[in-house]
């Protein structure tokens, strides 16, 4: 049976576009519940006149998709919170001056340098009752943190609100944040808390108490550190503690996915607990035992991990493929992962911009689809042999099937992945069941000497192994410039050359050869564009002053530093507009971009007051007196870059109000494109 005709497929494709549109068009409430309510009427009629008649009809099908399509929309404005009208968002006063906050703490997030960060539910701002979620970041001082999950606290502060990417094609957090339904910021010190003795004991108060007590039981053991951060972020997803140079090699080896508790790590336990159950019977009975068991374990992996979203939609992902397999549905398998993807995005709708859900789901579907005509091209006999080659195919499959968004989202790609993934398995997969089984003895008591040491070692010798593949530095592919034309051609050529690889025709050799004419289409396209653009930017650096001037495919770059290399914010603007860095100049007090005249003074003062520039440049903390070179030069906007401190920048955006002159801080807005 093919996958599109199951009716549910078709159903959840319209969905899932509903929410895609509503998601970027950004309909209103009145218009979509409008045209739920009349597409669900119409439904209904159309329905009822056909039973009577008992007939099937083209438009009684088009009805359905076009009201699921509209469910899709309103599903996706229904969670978008600052929509309601109780959150804070929609208190102007508590972004603007300080107001009293209580908030309950509802998750550790991974803390900085500078703070420990939480993510808190608002309830109240001066006593009156608000709704929404904020980052809360206490900074971090020789005190210890007493705060936990369940803490009713109270604060008086100002909201900060989110702040976009400050250079260009960098990641946008604010985006993400926002995604997350979290639209905002508090920023204090421990001592400006006031901590409520009422601790709430819901769910999440219960999963952090018993992720404390795992992590205490560990550390009485005398878990080395560093390999306990690691068994906690493979084990229980727990990122918060590991080290940014093991992540980094976790990245470079192309392991990064076994850090974060997705499809392979609830995969593993489906499978370990599968092989416990393999001695009953399939019965009716024992096979309704076996799934039991199986959504128990699920279930209580879950909450010992914390019910972050990545474990519970892979909870979810799995479970329905337990009862699929279950009811031995073989042919549905699809159909299963499709009902599973529309279960979660009813709950979760933003879930389908999250990276992570968009991998996991490909990878799987992939592995599902690809990975049985791989394991076809060669049949080896000897069993080390088999389970290499089979690992080689899991792992191709899955990075075949990821590979184009892997690109779009993180522009490298690391050559080595297929080593890795050889060499790690076997022991990744004595470590995640080792892993459960102390982590299910540390819930009640601390784990045995010996049972430590032998998983600590194996933790140590993981990353050992993860470290001299990415030592390994030139297989690692950075810099690759791949947009959205590219993306969607890709896909297309993966796609339609596996479904010719699985039956070969010639119609379907015809749809290969349109994806290649694509991919050439993606690469005409992406170069107009690029060579049709002009722009100039002023970056948001620290302590120096960047410019680039970009003519089509060439990018000239301004600075006072004529040996820079390596600029990250360069290098992400590179990769992302598929240009080239032509040469480094140093900067000059005038500039002219286009017909704009660009005047820059900085910390030497030196400039002509006959000079009547568009665009006025202050860099390098110019102490100068403003309010005289804004009567004299008479700009038509004021941008202040990175270099300044924020005092003077204050002074300088007063002086600009005074005389009605746009002023553009890089420090508050970002980058300044002309």
Known sequence: MKVLDFPLVKITIAFILGVIASYYLHFSVSTIAFL??????????????????????????????FLSFCTGAFTIISHTENLQNDNYT???????????????????????????????????????????KVIVNVQKDSSNNHLIIGNNIKIQTVLQQNKPSKNPNQFDYSRYLADKQIYAQIYCQKKEILVS?????????????????????????????????VALALILGQQQEISQDIIQDYQYSGA?????????????????????????????????????????????????SGLSPSVLRSVVMFSFLAIGNHLRRNGNIYHTLLVSILLILLFEPYFLFDVGFQLSYIALFFILWL??????????????TVYIWEALTVSFAAQIGTLP????????FPGLFFVTNIIILPLLSFIMIAGIVIMIIAIFTSPPLFITIIFEKSIYLLNLMIHAVASLDSFVIRGISFNLYHLWAFSFLIISAIIWIKKPNFSKLIFVFIS?????????????ETEKHEELIVYNERNSTLISKRLGRNLVLLTRDTVLENNRNVNSYLVGNSIALSKIKVIKNLLYFKNTKILIIDSTKTFSEKIKPDVLILTQTSKVNLDRILQNLQPKIVIADGSNSNSIQKYWKRSCLKKNIPFHSTKEKGYYRL
């Open 36 to 65: 739920v309510l009349s597409g669900f009427i119409t439904f209904c009629i159309v329905f009822y006149w056909h039973l009577k008649r008992n007939k099937k009809s083209i438009l009684l099908g088009v009805l359905s998709y």
């Open 256 to 304: 990064t996915h076994i850090l974060s508790v997705s499809g392979l790590h609830v995969g593993f336990i489906m499978l370990f607990i599968t092989f416990i159950l393999k001695p009953i019977p399939n019965t009716k009975k024992g096979s309704l035992f076996k799934l039991t068991s199986i959504l128990v374990s699920l279930t209580g992996f879950a909450i010992i």
């Open 405 to 412: 968004l892997c690109l779009y989202y993180f522009h490298q």
């Open 90 to 132: 929609h208190c102007k006063p508590a972004f603007k001056k300080t107001q009293s906050f209580t908030l309950l703490l509802r998750e550790k997030l991974k803390s900085n340098d500078y703070s420990d960060r939480y993510i808190g539910l608002v309830k109240t701002i001066s006593g009156k009752p608000y709704s929404g």
């Open 516 to 528: 290649i004419i694509a991919i050439q289409f993606a690469f005409i396209l992406t170069k107009i």
């Open 371 to 384: 990975q049985p005509i791989l394991k076809n091209i060669y049949k080896p006999k000897n069993k080390l």
């Open 197 to 229: 003795k009422t601790i709430q004991k819901d769910i999440w108060y219960y999963c952090a108490k018993l992720h404390s007590r795992i992590i205490s039981n560990l550390e009485k053991s005398k878990f080395n550190a560093a390999e306990m951060n």
